[in-house]
């Protein structure tokens, strides 16, 4: 089904510092603002018919992903959630974040719509929102040292537990697998924008064997990083650029 949007949501291209967007039934993009273009470092019609889970740098998609099937299956808006955005300089930053069912003109829902902005008040956040974003920041900073679970608890001086259940609240998954999607996504990113070659991106990503990085690889995308680079190679540069930011 064909959504439509009229030149009003033009509107949303003088907003700097909001990101607006509208998907599809699947959580393909259908229209954004200029705003989340330039965040994703591509055109607008670069990002049409992506999802977030096709974004490069975006470990976080799931959560996102999962939000707006919720708006669309229950018909409810999510309004002014706090939500940890990676920005275009690799930080990782609260954000409030609305989402709305998007409807046609018979009322009918057709998929979802929603804007995000940044949270003027972070140093004001409550303590296991700070303690959240220092722990990704920290993963996707250190990686090539090897980062642990129990490395991610000592820099925001908690426990495992309360890491754990910090981790499982906001992102609904496990620091280990957390920790798993980082040094996936970093890997990935480098084999398609960097220079490095496969062996020099596993070690950038904490790994000494290059066999246990190339089974994991495979296991995280579904094939071995040295045939990611050789497809990638291939593509034209906005293929290769595209979705290296986030919203």
Same mark, same amino acid.
């Given at each position: 089904?064909?959504?439509?949007?009229?030149?009003?949501?033009?509107?949303?291209?003088?907003?700097?510092?909001? #990101?607006?967007?509208?998907?599809?039934?699947?959580?393909?993009?259908?229209?954004?603002?200029? *705003?989340?273009?330039?965040?994703?470092?591509?055109?607008?019609?670069?990002?049409?018919? #992506?999802?977030?889970?096709?974004?490069?740098?975006?470990?976080?998609?799931?959560?996102?992903?999962?939000?707006?099937?919720?708006?669309?299956?229950?018909?409810?808006?999510?309004?002014?959630?706090?939500?940890?955005?990676?920005?275009?300089?690799?930080?990782?930053?609260?954000?409030?974040?609305?989402?709305?069912?998007?409807?046609?003109?018979?009322?009918?829902?057709?998929?979802?719509?929603?804007?995000?902005?940044?949270?003027?008040?972070?140093?004001?956040?409550?303590?296991?929102?700070?303690?959240?974003?220092?722990?990704?920041?920290?993963?996707?900073?250190?990686?090539?040292?090897?980062?642990?679970? $129990?490395?991610?608890?000592?820099?925001?001086?908690?426990?495992?537990? *309360?890491?754990?259940?910090?981790? $499982?609240?906001?992102?609904?998954?496990?620091?280990?697998?957390?920790?798993?999607?980082?040094?996936?996504?970093?890997?990935?990113?480098?084999?398609? *924008?960097?220079?490095?070659?496969?062996?020099?991106?596993?070690?950038?990503?904490?790994?000494?064997?290059?066999?246990?990085?190339?089974?994991?690889?495979?296991?995280?995308?579904?094939?071995?990083?040295?045939?990611?680079?050789?497809?990638?190679?291939?593509?034209?540069?906005?293929?290769?650029? $595209?979705?290296?930011? *986030?919203?």
């Amino acid at each position: 089904m064909k959504i439509e949007y009229s030149s009003e949501h033009l509107l949303w291209d003088h907003l700097d510092d909001v #990101t607006f967007w509208i998907k599809d039934l699947q959580g393909r993009f259908v229209w954004v603002n200029t *705003t989340l273009a330039g965040q994703a470092q591509c055109s607008r019609e670069d990002l049409i018919g #992506t999802r977030d889970s096709d974004w490069f740098r975006n470990e976080l998609a799931s959560v996102y992903m999962e939000d707006d099937a919720m708006v669309v299956e229950s018909g409810q808006e999510i309004l002014n959630k706090p939500e940890l955005v990676v920005s275009p300089d690799g930080e990782v930053r609260w954000h409030a974040t609305s989402k709305y069912p998007y409807r046609n003109r018979e009322g009918e829902v057709v998929g979802s719509c929603g804007m995000s902005q940044p949270m003027e008040t972070e140093g004001n956040l409550p303590a296991e929102y700070a303690d959240l974003s220092l722990v990704v920041n920290y993963a996707r900073q250190n990686l090539a040292s090897g980062v642990t679970v $129990q490395d991610l608890g000592r820099i925001a001086h908690v426990s495992l537990s *309360t890491l754990e259940r910090t981790v $499982q609240r906001h992102l609904r998954i496990t620091p280990q697998e957390l920790l798993r999607r980082v040094t996936m996504n970093r890997a990935r990113h480098l084999l398609t *924008t960097s220079a490095l070659q496969v062996g020099e991106v596993a070690r950038e990503c904490g790994y000494e064997s290059f066999s246990a990085f190339s089974r994991a690889f495979k296991k995280a995308h579904g094939h071995p990083p040295g045939s990611l680079r050789s497809h990638m190679g291939s593509l034209p540069r906005s293929g290769r650029d $595209q979705m290296k930011g *986030t919203r």
